[in-house]
């Protein structure tokens, strides 16, 4: 049988050291990643923090390693405390209420009977309360104090290795970018920039326009939180920053609530001043600061996509799951617009990124 007439085995027998080491490479992929798997969180919140923080970078990559690390502190460091700190108190609370189940569901009775509900309702709110306590605490509680450590010790190192891939990236990003297109046949390396930069220009309207906003009412709500004199202000702080994170959602959801809780709590006149002082100091000085800046950055994809894999993702995968998901819709909506033939437009064809 001449060498153009072989049949597919005879293909496969040929070819079974290159099959066997393909094989060897996938194996040892996998099992990387399932080691990797645990610091998933703060590898991906890590490489979203790094394209964060790129436009600070790009100002000073002259510097290398030092821009990296002062774009780092720049960006990263307030989002890490705001997020730590946050998610940390949220968990420290949980934790209390699991500790104290008796004391948490009187304080629930009580401030029932503090905002006056109609007497018909009063008593199945109650039981509502009270039905729910002895079903779902127990069960949260029985996950113990060994796993409840091991979660805290997961979530800082998650976020201590997250500041790290973020430095990294921004210090050598550029070589990865470099090797992959030397990786690819030339004539592929045309279309390959052209995936990247579609990729670049979702990205950037994705999380550096939201990100850099919510970065702002978040710090600017820790200051208004303090002075009203609310408690858990860190928390809250977070709970802004995710809400305005996503497409269609807003931080004015949690000043909805809190402005609702007060109203139960010291009447109408002093919801009303907090639900307006707060609205005006937290989200006046971005649509008239950052908005100009961040109207350059549109993604040209539906913000409800955006939404449904941000809520998706954190269901699926939690932290990183969150950061994800809108990374993996990116890639696709990425390779769609190449494959049509879309153009990077005007402005939105950036120079971030070098062409091949």
Not at 71 to 94: D, H, K, N, Q, Y
């Amino acid at each position: 049988m001449q060498l153009g007439q072989l049949d597919g085995i005879s293909v496969l027998i040929s070819s079974r050291l290159k099959i066997a080491v393909g094989l060897i490479i996938i194996l040892l992929s996998l099992v990387l990643a399932s080691i990797f798997l645990p610091l998933a969180d703060g590898i991906v919140l890590g490489l979203v923090l790094a394209y964060i923080a790129r436009p600070i970078y790009l100002k000073l990559h002259r510097y290398h390693r030092l821009g990296a690390l002062i774009a780092t502190l720049i960006i990263v460091l307030p989002v890490v405390l705001i997020i730590g700190s946050g998610v940390f108190e949220i968990v420290r609370f949980v934790g209390w209420i699991f500790d104290n189940q008796s004391v948490f569901i009187n304080n629930l009775f009580d401030f029932v009977v503090s905002i006056d509900v109609p007497p018909e309702y009063n008593e199945q709110i109650r039981q509502l309360i009270w039905d729910t306590s002895t079903s779902i605490l127990p069960l949260l509680s029985g996950f113990g104090l060994l796993s409840y450590a091991k979660t805290i010790v997961m979530f800082i190192l998650n976020l201590i290795i997250s500041v790290l891939v973020c430095y990294f990236f921004l210090a050598d990003g550029y070589k990865v970018y470099k090797s992959m297109v030397a990786f690819m046949p030339v004539d592929n390396r045309p279309w390959v920039a052209e995936y990247v930069r579609h990729l670049d220009l979702i990205l950037k309207g994705v999380f550096i326009g939201n990100a850099y906003a919510a970065l702002f009412v978040s710090v600017t709500s820790l200051v208004v939180f303090y002075i009203f004199g609310f408690s858990h202000i860190l928390a809250l702080a977070t709970l802004i920053f995710v809400a305005s994170i996503i497409p269609l959602f807003a931080g004015y959801i949690v000043l909805v609530a809190l402005a609702v809780l007060r109203y139960f709590q010291m009447g109408l006149e002093a919801a009303v001043i907090f639900f307006i002082v707060a609205s005006i100091v937290i989200y006046v000085p971005p649509e008239f600061i950052l908005r100009p800046y961040l109207a350059s950055m549109h993604s040209r994809v539906h913000p409800l996509l955006i939404m449904l894999s941000f809520l998706g993702g954190a269901f699926v995968g939690g932290i990183s799951g969150f950061f994800l998901a809108p990374i993996i819709l990116a890639c696709l909506i990425s390779a769609y617009r190449v494959h049509m033939g879309t153009p990077v437009y005007g402005e939105e064809k950036n120079d971030d990124l070098p062409s091949c």
